[in-house]
Nanobody
């Protein structure tokens, strides 16, 4: 599985963006998908994950209520709607895929990573 994230940019605090992650391959619907982020000088952290069918979603406490993860299996794409952005949301956002949702939730042994997309929130 190859992943390509896009949709990042520079926004003011309180603004919104829609991040997309397009996946190659015919087995996209067999993978749980997730978003992670890494701010300068910090470790990469879990943001959100979604199960195979899209019916199960998971969020970190720091983004719950502001970010929404979704997927379109027909388009092999996972999305992250990021709203009410704060300067502390500034980071490179990465998408990831694994056959096991628990791998995404634990952050260990994840099968596939995409290149990141930069999100910068100005105050």
């Amino acid at each position: 599985v190859q992943l390509q994230a896009s949709g990042g940019g520079l926004v003011q605090a309180g603004g919104s963006l829609r991040l997309s992650c397009a996946a190659s391959g015919r087995t996209f619907s067999s993978y749980a998908m997730g978003w992670f982020r890494q701010a300068p000088g910090k470790e990469r952290e879990f943001v959100a994950a979604i199960g195979w069918t899209g019916s199960s979603t998971y969020y970190s406490d720091s983004v719950k209520g502001r970010f929404t993860i979704s997927r379109d299996n027909a388009k092999n794409t996972v999305y992250l709607e990021v709203n009410s952005l704060k300067p502390e949301d500034t980071a490179v956002y990465y998408c990831a895929a694994d056959r096991a949702t628990k791998a995404l939730l634990s952050g260990g042994g994840i099968g596939y990573w995409g290149k990141g997309t930069q999100v910068t929130v100005s105050s």
